[in-house]
Every structure is written in C-alpha cells, then in structure tokens.
C-alpha cells in the first residue's frame, strides 16, 4: 500500500509488499527493497537503498548516499546524515524512559548519526545519543551515551577501543536537521528546545 501522496524523485524503485504512509519524501535514485514500511513523516535524500524489512517508524531523515541494511529499524526523531552505513538489524530508539500504563509523560529524544558513520549488525542506540561523523559502532553494541570522537567503538556499553586505520575516515561533513514546522507536527515536545540539540 503506497499513499497517493507519495513525492518521489527519478529513478525511484521498490520491492513488493511496501507500505508507504502520507507525508513521505522520497529523493532521486531510492532503492527500496521487499517489505519496507515507511511512516508519516519520513524523509529520505538522494541515492539511498533501504534493504528489505527496513523500517521507519515517523519522523526522520534518511541523508544522501546513505545504505540501511536488511531489518533495519529507523525510528521516529532519528537523523542518519550522508554517507552513513546502517547494518542488519540495527535498532534506533527514540524515548528515554518508556511510561506504558504509568500516566505519565514519556521524553521523546533525537538521535543523530553522523556523516559516513558505520553502525554494526544488530546494534542498538539509545534515544537521544549523537553518534559523531566517521564513528564506527561494532556489531552487537549498546549505545548509551554520546560517541563522538572518530574511532572504532564495540561492546555493552559501547567503548572506544581503536582508531581508524588511515584512510579510512570520509571526507566532508553535513548535518540535517529537523524544521520547527517537522517538530512542531510530530515532536511537538520539541519545539522551543532546538539549541539543545546542537552539538
């Protein structure tokens, strides 16, 4: 099921059983693959695969030349900035502390991934945690705090463990970030509170 209201760009593709809700934003050369769902509010840039079963889960923005493997999960109030890589199974969060049946107010949190970051297979980041640009998160690690020094981080907790080898760090540097109208239609929470999200 794909929304009539669907903006997509050239070269646009996607597998079969794909859900695509309103207010989605779909940029030049998106490969989507079998069984993707994306939610209201979702943005994906320019050249950009999603691997079968990724899911979004509201507001977020996918950047440019960005993988998202198989099984992925992007959650709603995350940022992945270019030229990130996304392995299987990563799990993204967005609320810090879950009040289910508590009546009370649950913090929805944003969580940012930096330009050319790579996120091992089956990693899980906690709501709210800036992943820097050129970070490398080992497979199978919990992310609970801030990582924002270049290096190669594994384990539970998550802990620096190397630096990169030469070479291999990206060159450049963008950052996305969410409008106060995004904000204010999904995370209305949030509007107001923008300045301290910047790093």
Avoid at 6 to 28: H, M, R
Avoid at 35 to 62: F, M
Avoid at 90 to 116: A, D, L, S
Wanted: hydrophobic fraction near 40%.
């Amino acid at each position: 099921m794909i929304s009539r209201t669907l903006i997509y760009g050239a070269s646009f593709s996607c597998g079969d059983n794909v859900i695509i809700e309103k207010d989605v934003i779909v940029g030049d050369n998106v490969k989507l693959g079998h069984n993707v769902t994306l939610k209201s509010g979702t943005r994906i840039l320019d050249n950009v695969i999603l691997g079968d079963y990724v899911k979004t889960t509201g507001l977020c923005i996918i950047g440019n030349h960005v993988s998202v493997r198989t099984g992925a999960c992007i959650s709603k109030a995350v940022i992945v900035n270019d030229k990130a890589f996304i392995g299987p199974g990563v799990m993204t969060n967005h609320t810090k502390n879950v009040m289910h049946m508590r009546g009370m107010r649950e913090y929805q949190m944003i969580t940012e991934i930096g330009y050319g970051a790579v996120i091992g297979s089956m990693a899980s980041l906690l709501a709210g945690v800036k992943i820097g640009d050129n970070v490398v998160v080992g497979a199978g690690a919990n992310v609970c705090c801030h990582l924002l020094e270049p290096g190669i981080y594994v384990g539970n907790p998550a802990r620096w463990v190397k630096p990169l080898d030469d070479g291999y760090a990206l060159e450049g540097h963008t950052r996305h970030l969410f409008t106060e109208d995004m904000l204010r239609k999904y995370l209305p929470g949030w509007v107001g509170f923008l300045e301290e999200f910047k790093i």
